[in-house]
DNA sequence: AACCTTTTTGCGACTCAATTGCATCTACGA
DNA sequence: TCGTAGATGCAATTGAGTCGCAAAAAGGTT
């Protein structure tokens, strides 16, 4: 919880100019946001916390949640609500953020951890799921998710 | 693919009277269904087949489904495109199959793996996550999901 | 600064898996 | 055979996410 929505907006507005692309109020305002948690937010998360500092549809929501997505400064992740979840890459504010790639960021390998008391869900960056595992003949992986369920600290 | 429904029927009753619980019509068509599949079946897959030999609600399909999963004879698998797939547990037909369970079945701990071209989605028996991951200090481990992305044996 | 072209945004309608409420039915023990 | 807890059918509903299109920027150019 590191609450600070609008100190992160100078960061957000130079992560985006850093893309290349077009630098438009909801981006910097998902962005923001997203920079403010240290956890994983839904569409609805990013959309309340937004909501109270501008007047943004919630399909500009999705759409820039799902930029971001593209061009590899947030990843996103299943739920077991059937609900997404967004996060920022590991280093999104430092690099340049490379351009758009098919699906999660390359450097995208860690794990997530779920609580089963409070719902938060964590990137576990340390945890690298270094997994040397067998697949049956033929199997060829082209990604790994590693998804830890369980009680985070504040709720143990 | 052992398309073999009706031969599982004797299977899927004598597994259903196992539980103690209640054997009807519906469950029984939905866990042979289940036993026919080598790979993991979304709630319309099921009812597709299912349909073919019997005329029974999908919402019912739905509630079979999760009744399957609370008895531990089958568990869910969440997929990228927000449908829920199922999948009988390893030893579903032999054990018979504990209480109910609040989430997963308890020995559910091996991966899945899906197509990324034929999207269908499998377990791998074989493959025990031995993760030994290190937690952020306070971090309690309830349960592991492993899900592996890439092309499977037909496909590549 | 006015202009042009390309994106992006807002809005309404829509999709679709899954859920809920409730009346009716049924499996199975007594 | 009966009684009843539990299961089913059906219609309505929920809710995340998507689509199409017209209006509104962003940012480069003159
Ligand atoms: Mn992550
Ligand atoms: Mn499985
Ligand atoms: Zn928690
Ligand atoms: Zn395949």
Redesign the pocket.
């Known amino acids: 919880m590191k609450l600070a929505y609008l100190a992160k907006i100078p960061q957000a507005q130079a992560a985006?100019?850093a893309t290349g692309?077009?630098?438009?109020?909801?981006?910097v305002a998902v962005l923001a946001t997203l920079l403010s948690s240290d956890h994983a937010m839904?569409?609805?998360d990013v959309a309340a916390m937004v909501a109270k500092h501008?007047?943004?549809?919630?399909?500009?929501?999705?759409?820039?949640l799902?930029?971001l997505v593209g061009v590899s400064i947030a990843h996103r992740i299943a739920g077991d609500?059937?609900?997404?979840r967004f996060m920022l890459n590991p280093q999104a504010s430092a690099q340049g953020a490379g351009k758009k790639t098919a699906h999660h960021a390359p450097s995208h390998a860690h794990a997530h951890f779920t609580c089963n008391t409070c719902g938060q869900t964590f990137c576990l960056d340390k945890v690298q799921p270094k997994m040397n595992v067998k697949l049956p003949t033929g199997f060829r992986t082209t990604e790994v998710d590693l998804k830890i369920r369980g009680l985070c600290a504040e709720c143990k």
């Open positions: 985006l100019r692309e077009r630098v438009t109020e909801p981006r839904s569409h609805l501008h007047t943004i549809d919630r399909v500009t929501v999705y759409r820039v799902d930029w609500d059937r609900v997404w």
